[in-house]
C-alpha cells in the first residue's frame, strides 16, 4: 500500500485522479463563502493605511487654528520621531491662535497629560476649545470639521496624502488657492514598502500639486531625497541632538563597562534589519566572540534569541529614556543597523556615550564621521557585520576606556540652541493667505 500511495504522490496525474475519485466518494468538500475569502486577501477593501477621513465645513474660527496630523498619541508610542512631531507642533504652534491634534488611534486622558492645556474633543465638532485633541480612528470614516483658515502639518506620509484631500476640498468648499502645508519628512517612506500601491502612494506625497514645506529630518535625509529628484514648494532642515535627558549623563563619571553588547532590536520595523542583527551576532560567535560577553537587545520585546555556543540575545525591550542611557554608559558596544538615509538616533546616542559602535553605511550616510567610536560597514551581511564586532570587542578588552577618549566629529549632535530655528519663517510660510490675522 505504501508503495502505491508513493507512486500516486510522485505523478500530478495520479495525484488529480486519485482526489477525484475521492470527491466522488465523499462529496466536495465545503467552499468557503466569497466574503470570507475576500477577507483572507490583503487589498480587497482597498489601501489600509489610507486615513478614510470625510471632511465637513465649519465657519472661520477666532483666527488661524494649526493642525498636527499624527498617526497615534499613544502613550507608549510617543517616542522618537513622534516625540519631534510634537516638539514641532509646540514651537510652530506659538504663531496660532488655535490648535488641534487629530490622533488617528484613540486618544484618552493618558495622551494628553504631557500637553499643556490641551483638552479632548470630538472631530467633528465645530467649535472647539483654543487647544484641542480630537480622534480620528483609521478605517472609521470619521468626520473631520474643517474651517477656511485650517492648517496642515503632517507628520507621516499616510497623513500628507490626507492633508492634500483636505487642502483640495477646503480650497473647493471656501474658494482662494491651495494653501501651503507643512510635512515633516524624518525618512524616504516610500522605501518602508515593496514596490507596491502604498510605496506609489508614499512617493507621491513628495510631488504634490498642493504647495509643500518640507521639513527634513537631516542633511543626509535632504541629500537622498535630492538623489532621488525630489522637489517641494520650501524646505527647511534640522539635524539630530542627544536626547536633553541623556544630556546629564555625558558629565557623570563613567562607570565601570561590562563587556556586554547592546543590540537595537525592533523584529517588527524591517528597516532596522533585525535578521542581519542575529545573522551578524551569530557569526561574530562563530569567529571565536562571546567568551565572557552578554548580549541583550534593546527597542522592542521579542523572544530570546540562541546566538551559538550557549550565549543567548536576551530582551530589555523597550526602556525607559532613563535606564536606556543608563544602560549605555555600563555598556561596552553598540549593534545598530538602519536600511535607511536616516542618520538614526541609537547608534548615534551609543557613540556619544562611549559605547564602540557597528552601524552600515546607507547611500550618502555614513556615521563614521560622526564620531571615533562607530564603525560603518559598506558591505550589509552577517560576514562584514561579525568581523566588525569583534574587532570592537577585542579593541575593548585591551582598552576598556577607548570608547571616553574617542572623539565626537559632528559637535552639534550635542547642541543646545532651538532644534527649529527656522519656526518663525516656516510659520509666515503658512499664515501667508490666511483670511484671518495672525495673532499680535
Same mark, same amino acid.
Given at each position: ?46 489601501? #489600509? ?51 488641534? /491634534? ?11 497629560? &504631557? ?20 480622534? #480620528? ?75 509643500? /514645506? ?46 556586554? /553588547? ?96 557597528? &552601524? ?23 560576514? #562584514? ?41 516656516? #510659520? ?13
Amino acid at each position: 500500500m505504501s508503495t502505491l500511495r508513493d507512486a500516486i504522490r510522485r505523478s500530478a496525474r495520479l495525484t488529480a485522479l486519485a482526489r477525484g475519485v475521492r470527491d466522488a466518494v465523499r462529496g466536495p468538500g465545503p467552499v468557503a463563502s466569497p466574503r470570507a475569502a475576500a477577507a483572507d486577501i490583503p487589498g480587497m477593501d482597498g489601501v #489600509a493605511e489610507l486615513l478614510r477621513v470625510r471632511p465637513r465645513a465649519a465657519a472661520a474660527g477666532d483666527g488661524p487654528r494649526l493642525n498636527l496630523l499624527i498617526p497615534t498619541l499613544s502613550a507608549r508610542r510617543v517616542f522618537g520621531g513622534a516625540k519631534t512631531a510634537i516638539d514641532l507642533f509646540e514651537e510652530l504652534g506659538r504663531h496660532f491662535p488655535q490648535r488641534r /491634534i487629530v490622533s488617528f488611534t484613540p486618544v484618552t486622558g493618558a495622551s494628553t497629560e &504631557t500637553l499643556d492645556g490641551f483638552a479632548i474633543g470630538s472631530a467633528s465638532d465645530e467649535r472647539t476649545p483654543p487647544r484641542v485633541v480630537v480622534a #480620528a480612528p483609521s478605517g472609521s470614516g470619521t468626520v473631520l470639521a474643517v474651517g477656511p483658515d485650517d492648517v496642515f502639518l503632517a507628520t507621516f506620509w499616510s497623513t500628507a496624502e490626507l492633508a492634500v484631500r483636505l487642502i483640495r476640498w477646503q480650497s473647493a468648499t471656501f474658494g482662494g488657492p491651495l494653501r501651503p502645508y507643512a510635512y515633516l519628512v524624518q525618512d524616504f517612506e516610500a522605501g518602508f514598502y515593496p514596490w507596491s500601491a502604498q510605496y506609489e502612494l508614499a512617493r507621491a506625497t513628495y510631488a504634490s500639486d498642493v504647495p509643500t /514645506i518640507a521639513v527634513v529630518n537631516s542633511g543626509l535625509l535632504g541629500d537622498f531625497l535630492d538623489g532621488q529628484g525630489v522637489r517641494f514648494a520650501g524646505r527647511h532642515t534640522f539635524e539630530p541632538r542627544l536626547d536633553p535627558r541623556l544630556r546629564p549623563l555625558l558629565d557623570r563619571a563613567a562607570n565601570r563597562r561590562g563587556r556586554r /553588547i547592546v543590540a537595537y532590536g525592533r523584529p517588527g520595523t524591517p528597516r532596522n534589519a533585525f535578521p542581519l542583527v542575529v545573522d551578524g551576532l551569530r557569526d561574530w560567535v562563530a569567529r571565536g566572540g562571546g567568551g565572557g560577553w552578554e548580549v541583550v537587545s534593546a527597542g522592542e520585546p521579542h523572544p530570546s534569541v540562541d546566538l551559538g555556543r550557549d550565549l543567548v540575545l536576551g530582551r530589555a525591550g523597550k526602556l525607559p529614556i532613563e535606564a536606556y542611557g543608563s544602560l549605555l554608559r555600563e555598556s561596552a558596544v553598540g549593534l545598530s543597523l538602519m536600511v535607511s538615509p536616516h542618520p538614526s538616533y541609537p547608534p548615534l546616542d551609543m557613540a556619544y556615550l562611549g559605547m564602540r559602535v557597528v &552601524t552600515n553605511a546607507f547611500g550618502p550616510k555614513d556615521l563614521s564621521t560622526w564620531h571615533e567610536n562607530i564603525t560603518s560597514v559598506r558591505s550589509l551581511t552577517a560576514e #562584514a557585520i561579525g568581523e566588525a564586532l569583534l574587532a570592537a570587542t577585542r579593541a575593548f578588552e585591551a582598552d576598556p576606556a577607548a570608547g571616553e577618549r574617542a572623539r565626537a566629529l559632528r559637535l552639534d549632535y550635542l547642541a543646545d540652541g532651538p532644534v527649529f530655528p527656522f519656526v518663525d519663517e516656516l #510659520a509666515a510660510e503658512l499664515l501667508a493667505g490666511s483670511t484671518s490675522p495672525p495673532p499680535s
